[in-house]
């Protein structure tokens, strides 16, 4: 036994084809939130495959730093002609590992020329050796509530028997309907683990489109490369007319069709384009025939990236072979990987997998881990947030991969057709998203009215109101108001101005806060710091700034940042003097005074802020000097320009700016804002509206 060498989990299956590399992948992701050093291991792979494909999958993860040469054990052929010496390498190797690694995800084996009995056994002899909690991860394909709970006693039985420790039992691939009959089947047969039932999901397991090509030995008539990569759920067989097909259609399915009827091409480029019809993977033309001239020039007009393949095949014969046509997970294709994470987040309680391993936190933070920690705590509880500009081909590229991570639920103003077909253009499948048009004269009324009614003291009539309310930043923010929506992200294409000023106008400041500020997460490569006010108030007087530190404070808890407030100022202490430090030091005065508990200092330099070496000399008796986590800026100049200067030359990643002080969350985009930048403030505006929905509601006003 080799004893507690480092934290470690086994994920194993009586079986092949149980799903639980996606598991895996899923464990190590939440092991990633809680440490900087995961690893990954397999203890036996075939040698007679190129690469094997579980082991790629794990060290793809960004989080893990690991060549694939080093993720392996021995080649199961050794396993059987000298079990010991397999075994003594095994374990070798696994000590080689945990001397450089926290935490390790061990992978169970998953060869085929062995009886179920045997691979068991084996797989409880090496958890047990190394000490490692075991997840047991079993197929609910096909297979009723009891059959899964027979073997999953079996299971327990087997690695119990051989000292090993199940902690959990995750049923994969299970029937949909099915969840509740599962666990009340394997509960009374399995004492003392976790039970977990996650549904088939068919975009895990579905073939892409380039699988499909290959299935049928096609050939890419026209159509974007990138596509090739998109999942194909389903098949629609095209032999019938246009009108049939058409009703027939659903969501990201193939389309065979014989190569000789032209006339239904250009009607199912038409449905791609026409946003009225489900997005279709690719079309697949059968029978070796040639594309009319006429018809290819009528298709090529139309501007489509939507595959279209010819096979020789003929139609029966490709569809037996597409439907043959089986996917796996991979890290290169990024609506399985979004799918997998999502099955196993909503399935999986894994930070009960990490309590009863007892995974502590670690005291490093890198940005991965952050950004893990967020989505994990987005998708705990999740909130609807309205996109107003819905048809901007970056926020539906992140709306796809939000909703396909169960982030967040999403509302994106526009016109449905249009979205839906840009979106289907594109590529993107959006199709659990939520599209209101800003001109919907139901929702247009209602919001002109409530609008009119809080503006009445400005003068502004019902008129005024239907006119300004059909602006997308006024109606998104009247939504979240109303409570149709519990945050706002915008400013993709519009001003900060005019994202933000419907907001303060609506929304209005939360009790007890002064004013809207602002802060950036920066993400460094072993901490996250909090930065304010870099994007809102120019010049705050020391009663505003004494306000930012107080709402920075609480946002950097509501992160997971313990607040200790560095007020920033040219001089450290008692040194200076002057009205830019005299302000900084009567704002740090007001916070004492407000909130006695908090750890803050000030007037401070940021070298004495952060550096431990410094601290002792200017400010030894501090608690916050050395080791602040929130630096407050004392004008909006020094913010922005430090901010900056920091990202750029430190490499941090900047998230924000995110706004504080308002009853509810609104925030805003960079017009030059990345796909990725989109996502991470939808995340952020969820997590802030989490917190908000625990908060007393505001008294409305008058």
Not at 204 to 219: F, L, N, R, Y
Not at 365 to 389: C, N, Y
Not at 594 to 609: F, R, S, T
């Amino acid at each position: 036994m080799l004893g507690s060498v480092t934290q470690s989990v086994y994920i194993a299956s009586p079986e092949g084809m149980t799903g639980k590399s996606m598991v895996a992948f899923g464990l190590l992701e939440a092991l990633a939130s809680r440490s900087d050093r995961v690893g990954v291991y397999r203890p036996v792979v075939k040698a007679d495959r190129a690469r094997d494909y579980a082991v790629d999958l794990l060290t793809s993860h960004p989080a893990v730093d690991q060549e694939y040469e080093d993720a392996i054990g021995v080649d199961h052929q050794l396993l059987l002609s000298d079990p010991d010496t397999a075994h003594e390498r095994i374990l070798g190797r696994y000590r080689d590992l945990a001397e450089r690694y926290s935490m390790l995800v061990v992978l169970g084996s998953d060869y085929d020329d062995l009886a179920n009995p045997t691979e068991m056994a084996f797989n409880a002899e090496v958890a047990a050796n190394m000490g490692a909690p075991v997840v047991i991860v079993l197929s609910g394909l096909d297979r009723s509530p009891d059959q899964i709970a027979a073997l999953a006693a079996v299971s327990v039985g087997e690695f119990t028997a051989h000292h090993a420790a199940p902690i959990a039992v995750v049923v994969n691939r299970a029937e949909a309907e099915s969840p509740d009959a599962v666990r009340a089947a394997v509960g009374p047969r399995v004492h003392g683990a976790l039970i977990a039932v996650i549904p088939e999901n068919p975009v895990i397991m579905a073939p892409t489109v380039q699988e499909v090509k290959d299935s049928v030995g096609g050939t890419l008539l026209q159509g974007n490369p990138s596509w090739m990569d998109r999942v194909a759920l389903g098949t629609v067989i095209a032999a019938m007319s246009l009108p049939n097909v058409l009703s027939r259609l659903t969501e990201n399915c193939t389309v065979i069709a014989p190569g000789d009827r032209y006339d239904l091409l250009p009607g199912l480029v038409m449905a791609q384009q026409s946003g009225t019809f489900p997005s279709l993977s690719s079309i697949v033309l059968t029978g070796g025939y040639d594309v009319p001239d006429e018809v290819s020039r009528l298709v090529s007009g139309v501007q489509q990236d939507l595959p279209v393949i010819t096979t020789d095949l003929s139609t029966f014969d490709t569809a037996v072979k597409v439907a043959r046509t089986r996917g796996r997970l991979s890290a290169g294709i990024p609506q399985k990987m979004d799918a997998a994470r999502r099955a196993v987040a909503e399935h999986l309680p894994t930070s009960d997998v990490l309590a009863a391993l007892e995974v502590s936190r670690s005291e490093v933070v890198t940005p991965m881990m952050f950004e893990f920690e967020l989505l994990g705590r987005a998708r705990g509880e999740k909130k609807t947030i309205v996109l107003p500009e819905g048809d901007e081909p970056r926020i539906i590229a992140a709306a796809e991969a939000i909703l396909a991570r169960g982030v967040a639920d999403l509302i994106l103003l526009g016109e449905e057709n249009q979205i839906r077909a840009k979106a289907s253009q594109l590529g993107h499948d959006i199709s659990e998203a939520q599209i209101v048009s800003p001109h919907d004269p139901e929702r247009l009324e209602r919001y002109a009215a409530e609008y009119a009614r809080l503006r009445a003291k400005k003068g502004v009539t019902l008129e005024q109101a239907r006119e300004r309310i059909q602006d997308v930043s006024y109606f998104g923010t009247m939504m979240v108001q109303m409570g149709e929506a519990d945050g706002m992200v915008s400013g993709a294409t519009h001003s900060t101005a005019h994202t933000i000023r419907p907001s303060f106008e609506i929304i209005k400041t939360r009790p007890g806060a002064q004013i809207v500020s602002s802060v950036f997460l920066m993400a460094l490569e072993d901490r996250v710091l909090v930065y304010g006010d870099c994007a809102v108030n120019p010049d705050p007087t020391a009663e505003q700034l004494a306000d930012i530190a107080a709402q920075s404070a609480a946002t950097a808890e509501q992160f997971g940042v313990a607040p200790r407030v560095a007020m920033l100022s040219y001089s450290t202490g008692t040194s200076g003097t002057g009205a830019d430090v005299d302000k900084v030091r009567e704002a740090t005065a007001l916070v004492r005074a407000a909130e006695p508990d908090l750890d803050i200092d000030g007037p401070i330099q940021y070298d004495a802020a952060v550096d431990a070496s410094v601290a002792k000399t200017k400010l030894p008796d501090s608690s916050v000097a050395g080791r602040a986590t929130v630096f407050v800026f004392p004008d909006l100049n020094t913010g922005n320009n430090t901010y900056k200067a920091v990202q750029r030359s430190a490499g941090a990643i900047a998230i924000g700016p995110v706004l504080q002080g308002l009853n509810k969350p609104v925030n805003d985009l960079s017009r030059g804002a990345l796909v990725d930048d989109i996502i991470n403030t939808v995340v952020i505006t969820a997590i802030q509206a989490q917190a908000e929905s625990t908060r007393p509601a505001a008294v409305p006003e008058n």
